[in-house]
């Protein structure tokens, strides 16, 4: 499984920018997606996400009302749109998608099993 995720750069403090995630070489039809990031000395945290049906959809209060995630269910990709950027936004941002993640753990990175490479998002002031 290949997770391809891209959109990442610089951007001032207000600005927007969308992240994308391509998983390849799966083959369940019904999985998990979401996004974390780790910014450096941190833990990596849950930023949003979609349950395995897709039914809910799940943000971190920090960036409810600023991000939205989507995803084209052709193409399998998910989508993070972030709006009015904040320096404490900047991370490296991981896509991770789980086949079998429950909904207890949608929120933790023990729920999924392959992860993307990570892009940067550089917020500056």
């Known amino acids: 499984v290949l997770l391809q995720a891209s959109g990442g750069g610089l951007v001032q403090a207000g600005g927007s920018l969308r992240l994308s995630c391509a998983p390849s070489?799966?083959?369940?039809?019904?999985?998990?997606m979401a996004w974390f990031r780790q910014a450096p000395g941190k833990e990596r945290e849950y930023v949003a996400g979609?349950?395995?049906?897709?039914?809910?959809?799940y943000y971190a209060d920090s960036v409810k009302g600023r991000f939205t995630i989507s995803r084209d269910n052709a193409k399998r990709t998910v989508f993070l749109q972030m709006n009015s950027l904040k320096p404490e936004d900047t991370a490296v941002y991981y896509c991770?998608?789980?086949?079998?993640?429950?909904?207890?753990?949608?929120?933790?990175?023990?729920?999924?099993?392959?992860w993307g490479q990570g892009t940067l998002v550089t917020v500056s002031s």
């Open positions: 070489g799966l083959t369940s039809r019904s999985i998990a």
């Open positions: 991770a998608v789980g086949p079998r993640t429950i909904t207890s753990e949608l929120r933790s990175t023990r729920g999924y099993e392959y």
């Open positions: 979609f349950s395995r049906t897709g039914g809910y959809t």
